[in-house]
């Protein structure tokens, strides 16, 4: 927990013509001043994003403002914390708003809100955290929030149908902003985007089955050159598949394999199936030969 914060101190305060923070580097320096401040009793070390917000508006650029931040602290100690115990709660917490105000920046939300909704919620669930639980606990809220949220993008990856853009070989995926796009009599183009594996594997099925089941199609090019990894259950229920839309007369294309996945479905009983004939560099390829009066183009 804290080296995350320490991280997020790091990156949220680093300027433009600062070098990146290193989060390994940043858990190492961690990990040693802890090890180092256990054998003397001090207590836990770790970045923080108030104390960073401090040293910025002090106008601390090296770390020999940590060292003057330690001397004042232990002076502070010494000398004027019998009268800091007579403050009220009330203005210490007034000290920490002055410093902290300039952290919440509305039109870099807005900024996220005008590029992506989710990661506007993302931000705003990291807001509350921190003015509600801390700013340490308002981290950890946001991150697992972020985790869930790319666990459920990572089950529900996108699956688009392609169109090829009028007198080229590009496709792209279907959208209204290009009515134009050429689509084929017969044929579906489909385009999973992301690793698929276990988690996935049957949700891209069942939406696959269902174009089908609407469209119809003879044959069916599954792009697969968005696609960066193919796992073993993945595979398998796309040799199951193949076999179920051969048995309804249509076959199954891949095209854009990458090597790796090519290597994974020659191995396989997939690879023995389809043969060269039904795996292709890319779409166009896969297309002009449907085009041409390949396979299923016969039927």
């Known amino acids: 927990m804290s080296i995350t914060e320490t991280t997020a101190a790091a990156r949220a305060f680093a300027a433009s013509d600062e070098p990146r923070p290193d989060a390994n580097q940043e858990l190492l320096a961690t990990g040693l001043s802890n090890i180092g401040g256990g054998l003397f009793g001090a207590m836990a070390a770790g970045g923080g994003t108030t104390q960073t917000a401090v040293n910025r508006l002090a106008g601390a650029r090296t770390q020999v403002a940590q060292l003057v931040t330690a001397c004042s602290a232990l002076l502070t100690m010494l000398l004027v914390a019998p009268l800091i115990s007579l403050m009220p709660q009330v203005t210490l917490a007034a000290v920490v708003i002055v410093y902290s105000v300039g952290l919440i920046k509305p039109q870099e939300l807005a900024a996220i809100l005008q590029v992506r909704r989710m ?129 309804r007369g249509v076959l199954l294309y891949l095209a854009g394999l990458n090597p790796e996945m090519l290597n994974i479905v020659r191995k396989s009983s997939l690879g023995a199936t389809l043969g060269h004939e039904r795996m292709f560099f890319n779409v166009a390829t896969a297309v002009r030969h449907y085009l041409e009066g390949g396979e299923t183009a016969t039927r």
């Not at 993008?153 to 688009?160: F, G, K, L, V």
């Not at 050429?182 to 099925?205: D, H, K, M, V, W």
């Open 119 to 247: 990661e506007f919620v993302w931000a705003l669930v990291a807001f509350a955290g921190v003015v509600l639980v801390g700013t340490l606990q308002g981290i950890i809220v946001a991150i697992m929030v972020s985790m869930l949220s790319l666990l459920h993008q990572e089950a529900w990856p996108s699956i688009h149908v392609l169109g090829r853009k009028p007198g080229t070989d590009v496709f792209r995926p279907r959208s209204e902003e290009h009515p134009e796009d050429e689509f084929f009599p017969g044929l579906l183009l489909l385009q999973p985007e992301g690793r698929i594996f276990f988690a996935n594997a049957q949700n891209i099925s069942e939406r696959i089955l269902t174009l089908l089941d609407k469209i119809q199609p003879r044959a069916v090019v599954l792009d697969l050159s968005r696609a960066f990894d193919l796992e073993y259950t993945a595979l398998k229920m796309l040799i199951e598949g193949e076999e179920r839309l051969r048995k």
